[in-house]
Each structure stands twice: as structure tokens, then as C-alpha cells.
């Protein structure tokens, strides 16, 4: 049986995904920015979410709650984010964008949704709907 990984869907998605992360390590270098993609993506998970607590901001299939607390704390440091006590459980914390952390967000987002366009060069909306569908499918199936 011939098999060619660099073929298979699991491999591509790998590659493109790792690739989008240099390229973002990228742009963040040549905006003289000190954050990492993870912590971008949290901080505009947190933009979107309002106030969520740690837990909201964890992925309970992967584990991940020691992995948010270290990147909030991080984007905390920076002064990117405020995390507080929960006002109703004083067990867990929430957190918010601090103002800081707002203008980095409405100074970069524009440019860096700009950049990524590129990368979808050659494909039109509905296969870029379609990706994005079909990426989601398979997210579920690895849900279950």
C-alpha cells in the first residue's frame, strides 16, 4: 500500500495550522508587538466574551485549565488584561480586557485580518464558507 502523509488531511491541516502561527509570530515582531498567538487569541476571546470566568476560557476536551490560567496571567503582566475575583464565587476569577488591552485590539485586529486575507488568495467566499464548515464538522467529530 503506497501512503503519501504529506497527502492526508490530518498532515495539511497540521501544516497550515503551524504556519499560520509563524506567520502571525511574524507580524507580531514587525509591529514590535510582545504577545504570543495564543495570548492574542485569548485576548480576543476574552473581548468577546465579556467577563468570563477562567473556566469559560478553558477547552474542558483538552484539558487545558493550567494552560489558561498561565496565558491570562501573562496577558494580565502586560496589563493586556484584569482578572478579578468572581463577584457571586469567590472560589474562581474572571477577566476582562483592560483598556490597554482594547486599544491593542482595535489597533491591530484591522491589520492583521488584512494579512490573513492573503492566505486564502485563489479561493473564493463559498470555499472559504465551505473550509470553514467542513474544519467545524471535524471539530465536533473530535468533540465526541
Known sequence: MQYDIEQTASYLIYRVGRLLRIR??????????????????LLLRIAEKGTPTLGDLADPLANDHPNVT?????LVSLGLAVKTRHPEDRRSHVVSVSPQGQALINEHLPDLIEAKAEFFDGLDQNDVSSLITNLQTILGNLSR
Open 24 to 41: 502571525v509570530v511574524q507580524h507580531f515582531a514587525e509591529k514590535g508587538l510582545d504577545i504570543s498567538p495564543e495570548q492574542w487569541e
Open 70 to 74: 498561565r496565558q491570562v496571567n501573562g
